[in-house]
């Protein structure tokens, strides 16, 4: 049973989904000098987001003490966050959040579920 299919079905009520990119890692490239670059490719996802509780954003703000906007994601599939030993990580989603018009970058913080068909991530915005 798909839980989040479930309660995506209700919460979209009061919540839409919406549209966004989502930035994969596909790992380095270095240049000639020793300079190395990331290379990203980039898939077209559908996303609802939430405000973080005030504990969430707590827990969050005091462990990482990064000003910015912090916005939970729910997403069909899964994603790597960061595993540096894999070289994986460093995820990133495009979107424009409610209110405003034009999508920004939000670099994905932490996998805070992850299910067989979906997961909740945080994101962040540095403004």
């Known amino acids: 049973m798909n839980l989040r299919a479930l ?15 989502l930035r994969l890692n596909d790992g380095y490239t270095t240049d000639d000098s020793g300079r190395r670059s990331a290379s990203f490719s ?20 005091g462990g990482l003490l990064q000003q910015g906007q912090y916005l939970n994601v729910y997403i069909t599939g899964q994603l790597h966050v960061l595993r540096r030993i894999e070289g994986k990580g460093a995820e990133k989603l495009i979107f424009a959040a409610y209110g405003e018009t034009g999508p920004t970058e939000w ?7 992850s299910w067989p068909d979906w997961c909740k991530v945080v994101v962040w915005r540095q403004h």
Not at 7 to 21: D, K, L, R
């Open 7 to 21: 309660a995506n079905s209700i919460t979209v009520a009061v919540n839409p989904n919406m549209p966004a990119v």
């Open 42 to 61: 980039d898939t077209q996802v559908t996303i609802q987001t939430q405000s973080l509780s005030a504990q969430e954003r707590l827990e969050l703000e």
């Open 107 to 113: 670099l994905v913080k932490s996998l805070v579920e």
